[in-house]
């Protein structure tokens, strides 16, 4: 057997807590995601990605008005060169700068299949085909003359830009979206024309603030267009503090098709919202019966977008169907705004509108200052050179004799005329053509040329006035160039106030009307059969539980729910569960204490009256309207304080009340002897020596007084025979009638009945 070998122990290994190590690598990590992959430049608005592509693109000579060169090519150029990624990330950043509908100013000019707005994929980069756009001309223009720094690829092979010199305002044009460690940023697309416009008021007045600006930029310009309806103040809010979100709607059109009927065309959708998703969305709701007001729908979009929705009669109204889609589907879009960027290529930073049109403009002095020394140089090099070619042509016969008899004639030349080493050289590598006295003239007109401009530079670099004076001629140049008269500088997104509507008649739009019964059990668990049932024999419930309430409804009715703590629930009957199961606790629609118990539950139904009442014997009347709760706590109607409850409830139906109490004691008396109110603990309907009240009822003394026992049997008596029990509101009253109300209450007969009332 051979020995085994034993591997030393490496002298190098260091022990680290595993939390610096994580902590460490982790920074590291977040901080590589932070500036070369999610937040954009303040100063070019472009992603490391976005940046490296455009380059390449330049190396490859794809400048507007070029031939196209396959997307594949320029891949490889940026993942071999600058960007060690995956192909495919290449060139889906690369598919998004060419699709009109995600840029509003696309930077890539694209041949082929690039996707489109129904969400379909773009062709592979070897079939496609790609060259820059004038916008991408504005950003990259001047990148050759020292106007921006250059740092090593990742191999350090060659050298890429760290920003482009960026003429145009792309941040803010273009938009960027992106998710980093810690922090995202969220910026949609603007109106070049509005931002050139706002940038020069700020050349002209710099502590200019980001709501003065609001101005000229009057918010996002989608490319897909659409309606913005937020309010103003929301908008300025938004970009005052560089965070905020707007509220986008798709554009649509009502139009007529003859004998009173309509249909809705839609022809703008909200930014980034898929149409395929969108009519797939439209189509599961129409299949749950959630779009009860649309009969039909249907894409007839070719290049332009065009959504037809058939309303299901002429009578829709059709500002309440379409605000039914918008809470239902992404026909309303929320966009947000989160100005989070890198701040001159560093710090990442929350701005305001202010100050992320002043990093751009900073950005473009700094360019046009180092473009004017780089020019500068080039301009004293040129006049050096022009110098020494004068002195030959002065001496030419000299020049010509050194030149043929000197072994060295570069030393001698230098000593005899006083030239620099570049002026040698230049007129040594003068050709023997140059030599006409044209040229001499030529050269003599070029030199006064250069001073002239080596004048204006040194003017300009001297004065900070003048510099932003030529910054505001480039930015106009731009304005121009993408003015609102252009097709691609028009503004696409309109501003409009959302209308008002009844949210009433809108929730109703978006719940198919049906017929359902309401069950309610003894224990507060309520549920909706389907269709109006009047037996319910068949319908079973939890183990000691049975039936309290059930009443007739509609799948758009609202249900109130009166409780012990003498409060009013509303709860929507489209929400409840159906009757399958046993249904739900009542509590999970209304925030109703532990020891709160139900009274009663009927269906609203608007312009009713309600006599209420408490143990204690206090009570009033009540309009129904005023019952109605907006949120789950519900509304306070009957003020009772422990052990005091709210024990009934009844419809107003007549001009007399009966009050029956604990004591078996029953009272009669004029229903107008009790105020109506909206709120308190009331007046006394009945006094109590022992126990409290029971149950209340109000009818017509025509019709005179009908109970209903456990059974379920209706008994009536007269007013005539009722007559020992007619008394005033706050009196003891008498015992009840021999076998009448054995279990002190009224009961109440289902909705609808000769007797009307709700419940059991």
């Known amino acids: 057997m051979g020995k085994r070998l034993i591997p030393p122990e490496p002298s190098d290994v260091q022990e680290i807590a595993l939390r610096d190590a994580l902590e460490e690598r982790y920074l590291a990590y977040a901080l590589s995601t932070i500036m070369h992959r999610a937040l954009p430049d303040a100063r070019d608005g472009l992603k490391p990605v976005h940046r490296r592509l455009l380059y390449a693109m330049r190396q490859l000579r794809l400048d507007p008005g070029a031939a196209f060169k396959k997307c594949a090519r320029v891949v490889g150029d940026v993942i071999g060169k600058f960007h060690p990624h995956g192909d495919q990330s290449v060139y889906d950043a690369m598919v998004r700068l060419a699709q009109d509908f995600a840029q509003r100013y696309p930077l890539v000019d694209g041949q082929g299949n690039f996707g489109n707005i129904d969400g379909d994929n773009p062709a592979a980069m070897r079939y496609t085909e790609a060259r820059l756009t004038e916008v991408a001309g504005f950003l990259i223009e001047g990148i050759d003359e020292d106007t921006v720094d250059f740092r090593l690829t990742y191999d350090g092979s060659e050298s890429e830009p760290?920003?482009?010199?960026?003429?145009?305002?792309?941040?803010?044009?273009?938009?960027?979206?992106?998710?980093?460690?810690?922090?995202?940023?969220?910026?949609?697309?603007?109106?070049?024309?509005?931002?050139?416009?706002?940038?020069?008021?700020l050349i002209e007045n710099p502590n200019a603030r980001a709501k003065t600006l609001l101005k000229y930029v009057?918010?996002?310009?989608?490319?897909?267009?659409?309606i913005i309806v937020d309010p103003a103040a929301a908008i300025a809010e938004a970009y005052a503090t560089g965070r905020g979100s707007f509220r986008v709607r798709a554009k649509w059109t009502k139009e007529e098709t003859g004998r009173g009927t309509y249909q809705i065309i839609i022809t703008e959708i909200p930014w980034l919202v898929q149409k395929t998703r969108l009519i797939e969305r439209m189509a599961e709701l129409y299949n749950e019966k959630k779009l009860p007001l649309v009969a039909?729908?249907?894409?007839?979009?070719?290049?332009?977008?065009?959504?037809v929705i058939e309303p299901k009669s002429r009578t829709v109204d059709?500002?309440?169907?379409?605000?039914?889609?918008?809470?239902?589907?992404?026909?309303?879009?929320?966009?947000?705004?989160?100005?989070?960027?890198?701040s001159r290529g560093k710090v990442p930073k929350v701005m305001d509108l202010a100050e992320v049109l002043k990093e751009w403009l900073d950005h473009r002095r700094d360019v046009l200052v180092r473009g004017s020394k780089h020019?500068?140089?080039?301009?004293?090099?040129?006049?050096?050179?022009?110098?020494?070619?004068?002195?030959?042509?002065?001496?030419?016969?000299?020049?010509?004799?050194?030149?043929?008899?000197?072994?060295?004639?570069?030393?001698?030349?230098?000593k005899t005329f006083k030239l620099t080493d570049l002026q040698a050289d230049s007129i040594l590598n003068m050709r023997l053509r140059n030599l006409r006295k044209l040229e001499e003239m030529e050269i003599k007109t070029e030199n006064k040329a250069l001073r002239d401009e080596k004048a204006e530079i040194e003017k300009l670099l001297r004065s900070e006035k003048q510099q932003w004076a030529t910054v505001a001629d480039q930015i106009k140049e731009v304005r121009e160039k993408f003015s609102k008269k252009t097709p691609l500088g028009k503004r696409r997104t309109e501003f409009a106030d959302a209308p008002e509507h009844d949210e009433a008649a809108i929730e109703e739009a978006m719940v198919v009307r049906e017929p359902i019964t309401i069950v309610v059990s003894e224990k507060g668990w309520i549920r909706a059969l389907r269709g109006h049932q009047a037996d319910l024999s068949g319908v079973t419930f939890k183990t000691d539980d049975a039936l309290k309430f059930a009443f007739p409804a509609e799948t758009t009715s609202k249900i109130l729910v009166f409780a012990t703590n003498g409060r009013f629930y509303t709860i929507d009957a489209s929400k409840l569960p159906g009757g399958r199961g046993h249904g739900e606790p009542v509590r999970l629609y209304a925030d109703l204490e532990q020891e709160g118990e139900l009274v009663?539950?009927?269906?609203?139904?608007?312009?009713r009256k309600f006599l209420v009442g408490s143990t204690s014997g206090r009570g009033f009347v009540v309009a129904e309207d005023e019952c109605l709760a907006n949120t789950r706590k519900g509304k306070q109607v009957l003020n009772v304080k422990p052990p005091d409850r709210a024990v009934a409830v009844a419809p107003v139906e007549g001009e007399l009340a009966a009050a029956v109490g604990e004591n078996r004691?029953?009272?009669?008396?004029?229903?107008?002897?009790?105020?109506?109110?909206?709120?308190?603990?009331?007046?006394?309907?009945?006094?109590?020596?022992?126990?409290?009240?029971?149950?209340?009822?109000?009818?017509?003394?025509?019709?005179?007084?009908?109970?209903?026992?456990?059974?379920?049997?209706?008994?009536?008596?007269?007013?005539?025979?009722?007559?020992?029990?007619?008394?005033?509101?706050?009196?003891?009253?008498?015992?009840?009638?021999?076998?009448?109300?054995?279990?002190?209450?009224?009961?109440?007969?289902?909705?609808?009945?000769?007797?009307?009332?709700?419940?059991?």
């Open 162 to 201: 760290v920003v482009l010199p960026g003429a145009f305002p792309n941040l803010l044009a273009n938009g960027s979206q992106g998710i980093a460690v810690g922090m995202a940023t969220a910026i949609p697309p603007h109106n070049a024309h509005e931002l050139c416009d706002a940038a020069l008021f």
């Open 218 to 226: 009057k918010g996002p310009d989608f490319p897909t267009g659409g």
């Open 296 to 307: 039909e729908f249907r894409d007839e979009s070719t290049e332009d977008v065009r959504v």
């Open 318 to 342: 059709p500002g309440i169907l379409m605000e039914s889609l918008f809470k239902l589907t992404e026909l309303e879009s929320r966009i947000p705004l989160n100005m989070n960027v890198l």
């Open 375 to 414: 020019r500068l140089a080039a301009i004293e090099h040129r006049l050096e050179v022009l110098g020494g070619l004068l002195i030959a042509y002065l001496n030419l016969d000299k020049v010509i004799k050194i030149i043929r008899n000197e072994d060295e004639p570069k030393p001698v030349l230098i």
């Open 600 to 607: 009663s539950a009927f269906r609203y139904q608007g312009g």
């Open 665 to 760: 004691k029953l009272l009669i008396f004029a229903l107008d002897q009790v105020p109506e109110m909206t709120r308190g603990r009331g007046v006394r309907l009945q006094r109590h020596k022992d126990g409290g009240l029971s149950d209340l009822k109000v009818f017509k003394e025509a019709d005179g007084l009908t109970w209903i026992d456990t059974a379920g049997r209706s008994s009536t008596l007269s007013m005539k025979e009722l007559a020992a029990w007619r008394g005033n509101r706050g009196d003891a009253g008498r015992v009840r009638p021999d076998r009448f109300l054995a279990n002190l209450k009224f009961g109440r007969a289902p909705e609808g009945s000769k007797n009307g009332g709700e419940g059991k």
